[in-house]
């Protein structure tokens, strides 16, 4: 089973910073990264949201992950950023749905206040932690606002990697 991590957050709260600091990749592709048991495995690295992303305007969310295997070929673990209300058609459930259909192993780094100590409006936050507890996803909070990208990035690799 593929594992998705998607770090959901507002507008600009950091969620492409971590990302870089978690895999230490600096453009979309496929790179190896060291899973929580100390093995290499491959993985996808997203460093903007598929949302502000031109592929948006091209593919659905429910296509999504076939599209990604399509451009990218096989990996063992996606890691992504996903804003977390982007606009009324692009929502990140959408999203983490497409991929919970493909049988991944979704889990969700919800960034609850950003580097500039903004946090997305309460009513995202308890759209995506209502998504997350319905349906059994992993969730990991985390308020950005006094830290570090790397700090972060290694909560998420001791919470949310694969064994």
């Known amino acids: 089973m593929k ?3 998607f770090l959901v957050g507002d507008y600009n709260s950091g969620k492409s910073s971590i990302v870089r600091a978690l895999t230490g990749c600096s453009r979309a592709r496929i790179w190896k990264v060291i899973n929580a048991s100390g093995r290499k495995i491959n993985a996808l690295v997203i460093l903007s949201t598929f949302q502000e992303n031109p592929i948006k305007a091209i593919i659905p969310p429910e296509d999504l992950p076939n599209e990604l295997e399509r451009q990218y070929g096989d990996y063992e673990l996606l890691i ?3 804003e977390i209300s ?3 058609d692009h929502k990140s459930e959408e999203y983490l749905k497409s991929f919970m259909s493909k049988k991944y192993d ?3 780094t919800l960034i609850e ?3 500039d100590g ?3 409006a309460p009513s995202d936050l308890s759209r995506v ?3 997350a507890s319905t349906n059994g996803i992993t969730l990991l909070p985390l308020d950005i606002s006094n830290s570090d ?3 972060e990035s290694r909560k998420i690799r001791d919470k949310l990697y694969p064994p």
């Open 86 to 88: 982007h606009s009324e």
């Open 129 to 131: 932690r209502d998504f």
């Open 113 to 115: 206040k950003g580097y």
């Open 106 to 108: 979704v889990k969700i």
């Open 80 to 82: 992504c950023p996903i």
């Open 3 to 5: 594992t998705a991590i």
């Open 149 to 151: 990208e790397h700090t």
């Open 118 to 120: 903004r946090s997305p």
